[in-house]
């Protein structure tokens, strides 16, 4: 595989050594002309497709048009490098670089700017085969509900709204009620942690002392709501 | 609450878009206009079921048009120049057949209902005189070896017919004496004879007739062979019919076309325009001159404008009332094309000119009659108190009543028509401007940019012609805005400078750019100007006067002897010679007197032999830099090198080692040191340059990587801002700005470029590229930034380098309105900081806009209305709501 | 600062200096003319020989007369320009014109001391000529007390145009796909491994939630 590749760089390398300083030759004296051939698939064969679309040889130095087939003949081009585009306004086609040595041989290669040496061999007579639809426009963001309420600055405002207001509604449900209260409880007892944490650890199990701390607490709470 | 999540909400989707167009602002702000190009050779074809007209053009375009209404229904473009040329078609019953080039001949065949095509051959050929096709044989009439050789080819197949045939090398004596016409040749010999040989076989004999001529033309299309011979003025007509030689004269000079009527009868159709205005058509019997009265006509319209017409094809028939009808299609030499009835009117008019538009300026529109109220009440400052009351009263009273009219729909709101007269006001954000278009074929045009409708027509003939440019052989309309619409007491002012028609001599066209008038606006100059510059400061009349370089290097002022409204500073000109490579820099003083002290030259730079001048890009007069440097990472500035005065200058010059070196020089245009050179070599057209605020760029095709290549250069001062105050070229400093510079590929081929400029400069800038594929690409200046970081970034925002630019799909602002053979591009400011205008022209014209940094100034069109409407309500409705809930609740608190 | 200025300038110079092809037309000498009254024409100031084998920049010092240097005053303070015609001859006889100018009283601030910069095309043969001073000093032109104009000539050619990088991009794309190929061998390492420092206070968290809970309910 990689000896393959290989193997072709040096051809491409002689062939360019070759075939330059006689195209300079030829140009002055009397120079042969080849025709350049391919097929373009287009996305539908109707009449109109087939005038719309051109094909460009080095940006419009020659160009040629298709037939009902969808075959192209650009003819009588001097040897040389050149670049093969199909130009569609609705459809994009990758374009072919076509090579033509002094002997009239020809070489198609996939389009490669950055790395000229490297030769991605296409078949000849040209072949577009590769299309798709040009995307010139960006789709409008629609305005949905669904994206309104996922967004985070919603969720994050929204959310607590929610607790506040749902909440209170559950405290007239009365089992919820009593479980709020114990929250509650635990809530008041927070700050009493240390002192949680050290009965923890000297190991008694209050738990009747601390039902009465819990009466007291609501007791207190309850004052201070009257208070309000 | 809920409005500020919205509002928040908002504000993201405004910030996170990106640039380009959503499928429904298509066509909202743009328009395209379609064109075939000055018609060469036309056909009718008038079968019921098609009913279309078949041209060529000289654009190098076929194209079929719609005979109704002269819409085009397909139309395909040809190699450019004269490789595409297209010297003559045939039309058969389902193909028009093109054959185009010059050297090498290609003949191809369109399938006339959808344009597509049938088949294409080939031949390459030398030394070609004529090209005919006879009996669906093309004839390829070419000298050789001292004779005239024919080669016949069946024009579908290209299969080559009977062996080559010849005719003595006599027969032909140059294209200025002779003249083909249906297979005959005619021509003037020596002696005074009109010699007249059939071409279609051989061994045949010329016919003579004693004749003499200065010029030969032969009438195009005509069945027969027919000839128009001009001697001193008088023009006859010689045709050939049943091998004998007949000679009508003509009475008025006009255009002639013969077309086969009945068996052996042929009409003699003629036109003429004695008026611009005015259009005379005759129809008579070639072969007894006998009138055909129905063919008689004059029809005079006011907003036509034409010079020359020329018929180019037509087709008559008889109508029920026997009487003969004729459809004939005409072009003109300001190059529009009509469909003319005969009898009758002109169905449809094309102005084709504006394929080859050669300056274009987008002119502000006036301000409305009630804003110039407002505008004349502030502006009158000696008048006392009293009186300004009283006027301010009557201002005001003015304004309701048009509010009042308005509103009751009495007179139309200005948004809604638009292009009619009293519409043409300028708008809030200064979108709405008129196109003035200089063409080629000496018609000025003004077009509304909001729609391309043409509002006037200007024609040049008898006023001038335009100077040619010696590097691309195009003709020059260098013009000139010398007053805008803001000087209410005037009306706006733009000058054209052209070439006298029967000397080297400069004339001044002077035009109203909003209506196309022009009151005593000729004037001839007794010398040649080679430059003109502008003033800075406005004479007495609001005039920007210009000032003209002669050939002869002395300075004038146009217009002469008005006084200025303060003294100039001293002005520094510089003048180009481009063929041989000639750089003056002079300095001028202008006096407040309006005189001008004759110029003194300060500097001068001469390019070596062989090389051309091919492009000056200086930064646009309008363009203003809005930040002076770039925060780097460090938290350091690096100032921008901003020299007004600095023009780049590229020089193309032919080399034996590497083909051809292109040299981008920058120039300071005052002091006239070179900032700066760089050379690119095997640079090839096509070659565009841009200069705008601190950066370059120019592309060219590398012959070497065979690619398109972009050069990328970006001045700067430094860490620190030197020259701060006030700049100045004379005696600074030769310390060369720091250049960064940077190369990148484009994945195409460019047909023009042209940076986007707003305003006040803050808006980021793009570039407009036009691509041989069509597309007009938006890519903004950050892509191409030589800052473009190759491994770590050096300042925020900076994209890494790549060397192949990305031509994404989405950032062709045409979508697929395909532009072909673009000439160029124009961009103007709005008055909205975020908007630029963009005009482009060439073989199609297409408006649109741009905001390169998105629409920040006003609401997007998208803007929800509605929802921030309902927003509104019911945050206001629960408000009440609630409220009254509220105190219901207190109120019931308070009883408990 | 000027000096260190004109330092930059004269690397800045060296660098732009390339192999020259020995078959161009080389320049032998530079003659210059200045206009000391305005619109008088021009006279001779000093000729200039040049080198350009062996060295790329000339120093000449040439004496002008006491009449001249009252001239050069009187334009001075008249804040008058100070042109200067340049003719450029090559090995071959062929004479090339320039013209330049500076503001008169930058020649005498500078005490006679002037830069000229002889620009070269691609193949070294002069397109423009340049004239600086050493210094933007306008003001004291009184006290010039020199009689020698110190000419430096430097020679700049123009640089080469930049090319697409594609070399470094290119390895940069590679390194890029080499580290892409190594993270996703990293990435095989399990989601505990990777996100501990999240996860770990994440758990003790819920153990000091969970240890403190079971106690509230009872």
């Not at chain 1, 050149?82 to 306004?89: A, C, G, K, Q």
Request: with cysteine; charged share 20%; hydrophobic share 40%.
């Amino acid at each position: 595989m990689i000896c393959n590749s290989f193997k072709v760089c040096i051809v491409l390398l002689s062939f360019i050594l070759v075939s330059v300083p006689n195209a300079n030759g030829q140009s002055e004296s009397n120079r042969e002309l080849y025709d350049i051939e391919g097929t373009v698939m287009l996305p539908n064969l109707t009449t109109s497709w087939l005038a719309e679309t051109i094909i460009q040889l080095k940006g419009g130095e020659a160009v040629g048009f298709l037939r009902k087939n969808g075959s192209f003949l650009i003819s009588k081009v001097p040897s040389g490098s050149y670049i093969v585009e199909v130009v569609n306004p609705n459809y994009v086609y990758e374009p072919i670089r076509v090579e033509i040595n002094s002997k009239g041989k020809y070489r198609a290669r996939k389009v490669n700017y950055i790395q000229s040496s490297h030769v991605h061999q296409m078949p000849y007579p040209l072949e577009f085969v590769n299309y798709m639809p040009a995307k010139y426009f960006y789709s409008r963001e629609q305005w949905k509900v669904t994206d309104f309420l996922f967004n985070s600055m919603v969720l994050t405002m929204v959310l607590p709204l929610l607790a506040i207001l749902v909440l209170p509604k559950l405290m007239n449900d009365p089992e919820t009620k009593k479980e709020m209260e114990q929250l509650t409880n635990l809530k008041h007892d927070m700050p009493e942690m240390s002192e949680m944490i050290t009965s923890f650890f000297t190991g008694n199990s209050p738990t009747a002392e601390k039902q009465k701390e819990k009466t007291k607490a609501i007791k207190s709470s309850k004052k201070s709501n009257k208070n309000n | 609450m809920v409005s500020k999540i919205i509002l928040t909400v908002l504000l993201c989707s405004v910030l996170f878009t990106v640039n380009g167009l959503y499928e429904d602002q298509a066509g909202k702000f743009d328009w395209k206009q379609n064109y075939v190009g000055e018609v060469k050779f036309s056909s009718i074809d008038v079968d019921v079921t098609t009913k279309r007209l078949y041209v060529a053009t000289e654009k190098n375009v076929v194209a079929s048009l719609a005979i109704e209404t002269g819409d085009i229904i397909w139309r395909q473009i040809l190699e450019k120049g004269p490789e595409g040329s297209i010297e003559l078609i045939h039309p058969t019953k389902s193909k028009i057949i093109t054959v185009s080039g010059v050297d090498v001949i290609k003949v191809r065949g369109w399938d006339v209902k959808d344009g597509y095509l049938h088949f294409e051959w080939s031949t390459e050929t030398s030394n070609v005189l004529y090209l005919f096709v006879f009996n669906g044989l093309l004839h390829n009439v070419y000298s050789s070896n001292n004779l005239i050789a024919i080669d016949t080819y069946h024009l579908e197949t290209g299969v080559k017919g009977k062996a080559t045939y010849t005719f003595p090398a006599h027969w032909f004596n140059g294209f200025d004496r002779c003249a083909l016409s249906s297979g005959s040749l005619a021509c003037f010999d020596v002696a005074g004879q009109l010699n007249i040989g059939s071409l279609i076989k051989s061994n045949t004999d010329r016919l003579s007739l004693d004749m003499i001529g200065d010029k030969i033309v032969a009438i195009p299309g005509s069945p027969i062979p027919a000839f128009i011979v001009t001697n001193t003025n008088v023009e006859k007509l010689v045709y050939v019919k049943e091998n004998k030689v007949q000679v009508r004269s003509l009475t008025t000079r006009s255009s002639s076309f013969i077309y086969t009527y009945m068996a052996d009868r042929h009409i003699l159709l003629q036109i003429s325009s004695p008026m611009q205005d005015t259009i005379v058509t005759e129809g008579s019997i070639l072969e007894d001159s006998t009138v055909i009265e129905s063919l008689s006509s004059k029809e005079s319209k006011s907003s036509l404008k034409i010079s020359n017409p020329r018929i180019s094809s037509a087709f008559c028939g008889r109508s029920k009332a026997n009487t003969v009808n004729c459809v004939t299609l005409v072009s003109t030499q300001d190059q529009s094309l009509m469909l003319l009835k005969m009898p009758g009117s002109i169905k449809w008019h094309r102005e084709e000119s504006l394929t080859n538009i050669i300056n274009v300026e987008l002119v502000d529109l006036p301000v409305s009659d009630i804003e110039a109220a407002i505008e004349k009440e502030f502006g009158n400052k000696e008048s006392g108190a009293f009186s300004m009351f009283v006027r301010r009263l009557f201002s005001q009273l003015q304004q309701l009543r048009t509010l009042f009219a308005t509103v009751l729909g009495i007179i139309e709101s200005p948004s809604e028509t638009t292009g009619t007269k009293s519409n043409l006001v300028r708008d809030q954000f200064g979108l709405h401007k008129i196109i003035v278009a200089v063409t080629s074929a000496g018609k000025l045009f003004g077009i509304d940019n909001l729609n391309g409708e043409i509002l006037w027509s200007v024609l040049l003939c008898g006023v001038g012609t335009f100077y040619e440019n010696k590097v691309n052989g195009l003709p020059s309309a260098p013009m000139h805005l010398q007053r805008n619409s803001k000087h209410l007491s005037y009306s706006p002012m733009c000058t054209l400078l052209l070439k006298s028609e029967d000397s080297e001599n400069t004339v001044m066209f002077t035009f109203n750019p909003i209506n196309g008038e022009s009151k005593n606006g000729v004037t001839q100059l007794p010398y040649r100007v080679v430059q003109a510059v502008p003033l800075p400061v406005l004479n007495i009349e609001s005039v920007r006067s210009l000032i003209l370089f002669d050939s002869t290097n002395s300075p004038h002022l146009y217009p002469a002897n008005t006084p200025l409204s303060s003294k100039p500073p001293p002005m520094y000109i510089y003048i180009a010679n481009p063929t041989n490579g000639l750089l003056q820099g002079f300095t001028v003083d202008v006096l407040i007197s309006g005189k001008v002290i004759s110029a003194k030259e300060v500097w001068k730079t001469q390019f070596n032999k062989p090389t051309q001048i091919i492009a000056i890009g200086s930064r646009d007069a309008m363009e203003h830099v809005h930040s002076q440097g770039r925060v780097l990472s460090d938290r350091s500035v690096l100032y921008k090198y901003i020299n007004p005065n600095m023009v780049a200058i590229l020089t193309l010059a032919p080399d034996t080692t590497h083909k051809s070196v292109l040299t981008l020089h920058l120039l300071d245009a005052v002091s006239g040191i070179i900032i700066y050179s760089v050379v690119h070599k095997r640079a090839s057209h096509p070659i565009h340059l841009i200069h705008s605020e601190n950066w370059l760029l120019c592309s060219y095709y590398n012959d070497k990587t065979r690619r398109t290549e972009i050069a990328s250069y970006e001045l700067y001062d430094g860490n620190q801002l030197s020259n701060s105050s006030d700049f100045s070229s004379v005696g600074g400093s030769l310390i060369p700005p720091i250049v960064e510079k940077q190369a990148y590929i484009l994945p195409g081929f460019l047909q023009a470029m042209k940076p986007t400029i707003t305003e006040k400069g803050i808006t980021s800038k793009h570039i407009l590229m036009a691509t041989t594929t069509g597309h007009l690409l938006e890519v903004p200046w950050a892509f191409l930034d030589p800052r473009r970081p190759l491994g770590e970034p050096k300042e925020e925002g900076a994209i890494p380098y790549i060397p192949e630019l990305p031509m994404p799909s989405e950032s062709m602002i045409n979508y697929n309105k395909s532009l072909m053979r673009v000439d160029g591009i124009y961009t103007t400011p709005s008055s909205l900081e975020s908007t630029c205008l963009v005009f482009v022209y060439g073989l199609d014209l297409f408006y649109t806009r741009v905001a390169p940094s998105k629409t920040f100034d006003v609401l997007k069109e998208d803007f929800d209305y509605l929802v921030i409407i309902i927003v509104t309500t019911i945050l206001l409705i629960s408000a009440y709501v609630t409220k009254n809930l509220a105190s219901q609740k207190a109120l019931k608190q308070a009883w408990k | 600062m000027m000096h260190y200025k004109l330092i930059f300038l004269f690397y800045s110079v060296l660098s732009g200096i390339h192999c020259s092809d020995s078959s161009y037309d080389s320049i032998s000498d530079i003659y210059l003319e200045h206009e000391l009254i305005p619109n008088a024409g021009f006279t001779k100031r000093s000729s200039i020989l040049v080198n350009l084998e062996s060295r790329n920049d000339v120093v000449s010092t040439t004496t002008i007369n006491d009449s001249d240097i009252q001239l050069l005053k009187q334009l001075a303070s008249k804040n008058e320009l100070y042109r200067l015609k340049i003719t450029v001859r090559t090995l071959s006889g062929k004479e090339i014109h320039f013209l330049t100018f500076t503001r008169a009283c930058l020649i005498v601030g500078s005490k006679l001391n002037d830069i000229l910069t002889i620009h070269l095309d691609h193949l070294d043969s002069p397109f423009a000529v340049n004239l600086a001073t050493t210094s933007n000093n306008c003001n004291s032109f009184n006290e010039l007390n020199t009689s020698f104009f110190t000419t430096t000539v430097f020679f700049r050619r123009p640089e080469s145009s930049p090319l697409p990088d594609t070399a470094t991009y290119i390895q940069k794309m590679e390194r890029e796909r080499d580290a892409r190929e190594k993270g996703k061998s990293s990435n095989n390492k399990s989601l505990l491994g990777k996100y501990w420092m999240y996860i770990l206070p994440l758990v003790i968290f819920m153990m000091i939630a969970g240890a403190s809970n079971p106690e509230a309910r009872q």
